[in-house]
């Protein structure tokens, strides 16, 4: 009886209950957010790399009319600041000197932005420009000079070799060397970054409205920035158009917006354009990598050794420099889903006068992928081999787990031998061979790439912050209907759909009477949001944790007043029963209604009411999805463009919430990764300014350039709550190598390898031409 009245909702392909509201315009977005008297705030941003700043003049902007304020350094002296090893923060209005395009000068408050833009280009800056820091090689050996003059520009260095390293690299059969660069992205997101603020005179509380990742590390930011009590700030997070990390940083423009309402005792919102996007948004995935590797002579790899160098930008973004985090964390995962023994990393991040660099999906991994399926595939080329079977004779394999890495991380239970066979058979390995020599005879060049990943997932410390556990707070209203609230910071992943169906399955009550509720820190508990692949497994888990606390309650309410046993009682379809006696049953409304308005039915004992915290603390401090990304591509030698034809994918993140959730970041995923393997740059010239400044120039994949994807579920189970792992950065960790295998694969006749990302046209006819 117990199966039939209630369904399984985990692992169903239940549509988004987001979706509704989202696709027919009914969402609030932060440039939504309107109160009487909102003042609109425009910044003055930095036009040098590098200056010194001699003089600002913002009288004729103060008597604009319909300007409120105008504020610089002096009126909002707050320093974004990290930590002591860094020596260097970002001021939130520049003080005295500019360290890259964009920087945040002077803030305009007025009427509305149309007044504020009007104003800010009457305001006159006097700069004295410095040669900028541009080129990473030379800011590490401080050249041409320091970006601050009070700190090295190596912010961060680090060193580590396993024992044994050079004994085993020097008595390798075979050495390779290799240098992969990959070039400055950013998130770009359909709503870009916003902040509204505003005072209420009457308790002294600030709300602010922000977008971003993570709701209470954004209050702890503000309070902590602005030296404010953390009961008076509230952050209400509307929907997110889209994060990727780059929401997960607190900015300087959110510390002028709340320092501006509090000052001012006025509403102030503020919107970035695009421009300012591209200018200010964190960037990531700066990074050159130094490799050499050993290998025996049946392409068995021993051992790798990479120097890591990373640009950081002028400041560190706060309150975690993505240039330490893609170095470090790559570091570690560097040998990926392969048993090498032996790795030795020496790590440099360095400032230089570019914007800085943050978080952006996925982090290190697509830098570490690309590198690991690029040393696999030049091994395989070097011994004539073929990739596939270099791969297999690499993979780390099931009686191996749990796994320690050369890095002494720890792998829990994954797939990875059996997820590129299932990807393999997906393309259709063994006749896209033959069908490849037929095409080269044609003077057409395809070539398929292999990518086989390693995520590390729902750690302790991520972009999302320090807090490694989650929390949920579920409360059954008199209706019987279900108020679940979290504090995650979604930004599209679809939580509201899956934290209601593993809470579903709990408590026995249909989906459609579930409400998940985020994005309050004054009615969410308190959490770590969102970020690191740590909502399925963490997010997920509190809900599991609350929900089972919330079980137990409803059955000894249930137990008490149909006077059975706790272990006869069985949850389902709204109802509480007797296991074989059916008509023995209660609604949950009824036993809602029994525990907050007939209280003298209660035994002593049980609590009135039913409302639950949950938290959840895993006791792995991280767990690894893992997976398989094919690409097929066909290159054009004579114009040089790369079309991706066909794609595969063999994921495994655990027991699967929601496939079609799962295949939804997937599909976004591979987006992205071609997107990064083509087509994005943010480019500077010589002056430190920044070319790529709209998406005329910054250029994104379109539907077209998307093949359709072929998608194969497999489950591993983590040892954690559910046996979820999280999965939202594995498909563009994977997907960029894939495809930039895939290329030198087609240029294999031409000798072509490729060792920087995006792949441009250029590079390709200087590959054919270069044979």
């Known amino acids: 009886m117990a199966e039939v009245l209630r369904p399984q909702m985990m692992g169903a392909r239940v549509s988004r209950l987001e979706d509704p509201r989202l696709l027919s315009g009914q969402a609030r977005f932060l440039d939504d957010i309107q109160v009487p008297g909102m003042l609109e705030v425009a910044f003055v941003r930095s036009p040098h790399a590098a200056a010194k700043i001699l003089s600002v003049d913002v009288e004729a902007a103060r008597h604009l009319p319909g300007v409120y304020a105008v504020m610089t350094h002096q009126e909002c002296p707050v320093m974004l600041w990290n930590k002591e090893s860094y020596k260097v923060g970002q001021p939130a209005l520049a003080d005295g000197e500019v360290a890259f395009v964009g920087q945040p000068v002077v803030a305009v408050i007025a009427e509305n932005r149309y007044i504020a833009e009007d104003a800010a280009e009457l305001i006159r800056v006097e700069y004295q420009a410095i040669t900028p820091v541009l080129d990473m090689r030379d800011a590490i050996q401080e050249k041409p000079r320091r970006v601050h003059e009070h700190a090295e520009n190596v912010f961060f260095k680090k060193s580590r070799q396993t024992p044994g390293f050079d004994e085993a690299f020097a008595a390798a059969s075979h050495h390779l060397t290799a240098s992969f660069r990959t070039n400055r992205q950013t998130a770009v997101t359909m709503e870009p970054r916003g902040t509204a603020a505003m005072l209420d005179a009457a308790s002294g509380r600030l709300t602010v409205y922000a977008s971003t990742q993570s709701p209470h590390r954004m209050r702890e930011d503000i309070c902590n920035l602005l030296d404010i009590p953390e009961h008076l700030v509230r952050i209400i997070v509307p929907e997110v158009g889209g994060g990727f990390g780059m929401k997960a940083a607190c900015y300087p423009e959110d510390v002028v917006v709340a320092q501006a309402a509090l000052r001012y005792r006025k509403p102030v919102k503020w919107i970035s354009d695009r421009l300012e996007s591209l200018e200010s948004d964190v ?60 790795l030795a990393t020496d790590i440099d991040c360095t400032y230089s006068n570019k914007t800085p660099l943050g978080s952006y999906r996925g982090v290190w991994g697509p830098i570490a992928s690309f590198i690991q399926e690029g040393l696999v595939d030049r091994v395989a080329r070097h011994l004539n081999l073929d990739p596939a079977d270099v791969r297999r004779r690499n993979m780390i394999r099931k009686e191996q787990f749990p796994y320690r890495n050369a890095a002494r991380m720890i792998y829990d239970e994954g797939s990875y031998l059996e997820s590129m066979e299932e990807a393999l058979k997906l393309i259709g390995y063994e006749d896209f061979r033959k069908r490849q020599a037929v095409l080269r005879q044609q003077g057409r060049y395809v070539g398929v790439g292999i990518s086989v990943f390693v995520e590390p997932t729902a750690m302790a410390s991520s972009e999302a912050g320090e807090v490694g556990y989650e929390s949920c707070t579920i409360r059954i209203e008199p209706s019987g209907r279900v108020t679940a609230a979290f504090g995650l910071g979604p930004s599209g992943q679809g939580h509201e759909t899956t934290m209601a169906q593993l809470l579903a399955d709990q408590l026995g009550v249909p989906l459609a009477d579930i409400v998940v509720l985020h994005g309050d820190t004054d009615s969410a508990p308190y959490g770590g949001g969102t970020g690191g692949s740590r909502s399925g497994p963490i997010g997920g888990g509190a809900a599991l944790v609350a929900g089972r606390q919330m079980r137990e309650r409803l059955i000894k309410y249930a137990a008490h007043l149909l006077e059975a046993g706790e272990d006869d009682i069985e949850l389902g379809d709204g109802k509480a029963w007797v296991a074989g006696v059916p008509d023995r049953s209660l609604t949950i409304r009824t036993i809602a209604q029994t525990a907050y308005m007939d209280v003298s039915k209660i035994p002593e004992g049980l609590p009135i009411g039913l409302e639950i915290t949950g938290r959840y603390l895993p006791k792995r401090p991280v767990t690894f999805s893992n997976g398989t990304h094919i690409a097929e591509v066909e290159v054009d030698v004579h ?133």
């Open 639 to 771: 114009t040089g463009v790369v079309k991706v034809t066909r794609y595969a994918v063999a994921n495994d993140c655990g027991r699967v919430i929601n496939p079609t959730i799962v295949e939804g970041q997937i599909h976004g995923g591979v987006a992205q990764g071609i997107g990064a393997a083509v087509l994005e740059a943010l480019r500077y010239d010589e002056d430190g300014q920044l070319v790529t400044t709209s998406l005329l120039d910054y250029l994104l994949p379109e539907s077209t350039d998307v093949p359709r994807i072929d998608v194969h579920h497999i489950e591993t189970p983590s040892e954690g709550e559910g046996g979820i792992k999280g999965m939202a950065e594995g498909s563009l960790i994977a997907a960029p190598a894939a495809v930039a295998c895939a290329i030198s694969d087609a240029l294999a006749p031409f000798g072509g390898m490729v060792d920087t990302l995006p792949v441009t046209p250029d590079m390709v006819l200087k590959m054919v031409q270069d044979r």
């Open 283 to 342: 960037h990531a995935r700066d990074d050159i990598h130094d490799v050499e590797v050993a290998f025996d002579d049946d392409g068995k790899i021993i051992a790798i050794k990479d120097h890591l160098m990373a640009d950081g930008g002028a400041y560190p973004a706060y309150p975690w420099s993505g240039a330490e985090g893609e170095t470090g964390l790559a570091a570690r995962v560097l040998t990926g889903p392969y048993d090498i023994p032996y």
